[in-house]
C-alpha cells in the first residue's frame, strides 16, 4: 500500500496555505513503522512493504518544528485502495508575541533578488566578397567519368573555395552564385555553405565553358556576455517566494535589516542568517528554480 500527500500550513488566510518542507511523517499499521520527510513542494510519499489488507487501521502522525503535530487515522480499503491523496494541515504555534518582543525582532525589508547570466551576443564586423573558377570544355563526352553534368552527358569540371572566419568569427547569410561564362550549364553544392559556421566551403561544376562564381558573406563576431539582473520576490506571512531561469548564475539577495543595505549571496547551502531556504527545480522544459525562504525566529518583514 502506498500513501502520497503533501503538508500545509493551516491558516484563515487562503493565500497563507503555504506547503510546508521538512516535516517528518510517521505511517504505522500494526508492528510496521515507515518515516518520510516532506520534500520543498510540501510533498511525501510512504510505501509499506507488506500488504496492508482491508479494515486494518494506519496511524499517520505529522510533526515539524512550530506548528502543532498532526495525527491521522486512515481505514484501509476502498479509500486507500483509490489512491486519493492526504493533506495534512498543519497549525502554526502561537504567534502572538509580547509588545517588548515584537519591538525586539528585526525587520526585514526592501528585499530585491539579484542574479546574473550569460548570453550569446554577435556583432558584424564585416563582409566577405570573392571569386572562384570552374573550368571545362563544352561538348566533351563524359563516358562515366565522373564529375558530369547532372545527365551523364557531358565531362564537368569543380571550382571550390574555403574561407575560415577566425577564431569567435562565423559566417552567416551566405550567397553564391553564377556571374560570367556558360551560366545556364553550371550547377553550385551549397551543402557546405549553407548553415554557415566558422569555416565554409563552397563548391561548383561547369560542363560547357569556363564560370566565374561569386561568394558573399557576412561576418559576425560571436561572444558570451554575463548580464545582471533583479527581481522581487513575492511574501506570503513569514516566507518570500521567487524563481530564476535555468541560466542563472550567482544568486544574492539584497535587503535592509532594521534599515540597514545588505547583500547575502545564497552559494550552494543556500545560507541566509535570518531565513531558511529550499531550491527546486521544475519539471517543465524551462528548467526554472524555485526558491523558498521561511523568516527564523527574531525576524519579520
Known amino acids: 500500500m502506498r500513501i502520497q500527500g503533501a503538508v500545509i500550513r493551516k491558516d484563515a488566510d487562503p493565500p497563507r496555505q503555504l506547503p510546508i518542507s521538512g516535516a517528518m511523517i510517521t505511517a504505522t499499521t500494526g508492528n510496521t513503522r515507515i518515516t518520510a520527510q516532506s520534500d520543498g513542494t510540501g510533498y511525501f510519499k510512504i510505501s509499506f512493504p507488506a500488504v496492508v489488507w ?18 491521522l487515522s486512515l481505514q484501509a480499503g476502498i479509500r486507500l485502495a483509490s489512491k486519493e491523496l492526504l493533506i495534512a494541515a498543519m497549525k502554526p504555534l ?31 564586423i564585416g563582409s566577405e566578397v570573392t571569386t572562384f573558377l570552374a573550368e571545362s570544355k563544352a561538348n566533351v563526352p563524359c563516358d562515366h567519368q565522373s564529375p558530369c553534368s547532372p545527365d551523364g552527358a557531358w565531362k564537368a569540371s569543380t571550382g571550390s573555395l574555403s574561407l575560415d572566419a577566425g577564431s569567435g568569427n562565423e559566417f552567416r ?62 511574501i506570503f506571512g513569514q516566507v518570500l517566494n521567487f524563481t530564476v531561469p535555468p541560466t542563472n548564475e550567482g544568486v544574492s539577495i539584497e535587503a535592509e535589516i ?10 550552494p547551502e543556500l545560507y541566509l542568517s535570518w531565513a531558511t531556504c529550499t531550491a527546486r527545480t521544475g ?17 519579520r518583514f
Not at 522544459?285 to 525576524?299: D, F, H, N, V
Open 54 to 71: 482491508p479494515g486494518q487501521t494506519v496511524k499517520v502522525h505529522v510533526a515539524h518544528a512550530g506548528y502543532e503535530p498532526v495525527d
Open 94 to 124: 502561537s504567534e502572538q508575541l509580547s509588545e517588548p518582543t515584537q519591538r525586539a525582532r528585526e525587520v526585514v525589508s526592501n528585499i530585491r533578488v539579484r542574479y546574473s547570466f550569460n548570453s550569446e551576443s554577435d556583432v558584424n
Open 173 to 234: 547569410d551566405v550567397r553564391v552564385s553564377c556571374i560570367a561564362g556558360p551560366c545556364p550549364f553550371t550547377k553550385i553544392n551549397d551543402s557546405g555553405f549553407i548553415n554557415g559556421g566558422r569555416q565554409i566551403t563552397a563548391s561548383a561544376i561547369s560542363w560547357s565553358g569556363t564560370a566565374t562564381f561569386l561568394l558573399e558573406a557576412e561576418v559576425y563576431q560571436v561572444s558570451i556576455a554575463s548580464k545582471v539582473r533583479e527581481a522581487y520576490p513575492v
Open 258 to 267: 532594521n534599515g540597514t543595505p545588505m547583500v547575502f549571496p545564497l552559494g
Open 283 to 299: 519539471r517543465q522544459s524551462e528548467q526554472a528554480t524555485a526558491y523558498r525562504c521561511e523568516l527564523k525566529p527574531g525576524y
